[in-house]
């Protein structure tokens, strides 16, 4: 099988498989999406997937490795993340 999101750089077998399952199938979907709505589908459609999924799928956007993404974007896509959570009642 040719999986496109395989070809991108962090992305393999069993990240791709989740994006699959959320319906993104090609580079272009995911960069239609963005990392971080990318990586809130994957969560809430209940795969336990880390945060380094998050950076994983910015680095594939970006063509990089994730470990090499700055770690002032890596807080910018946390604060992303943080700011599309729900709300838990006090």
Known sequence: MNDELQHLKNLGKTSAQ????VGIHSA???RRLGAVNAYQA?????FRASK????AIEGALLDIHWNDIPPERKDDLNKQLDAKAPRKNS
């Open 18 to 21: 989740w994006l699959h399952a």
């Open 28 to 30: 272009s979907d995911l």
């Open 42 to 46: 994957v969560r809430t459609r209940g």
């Open 52 to 55: 380094v999924l998050l950076y």
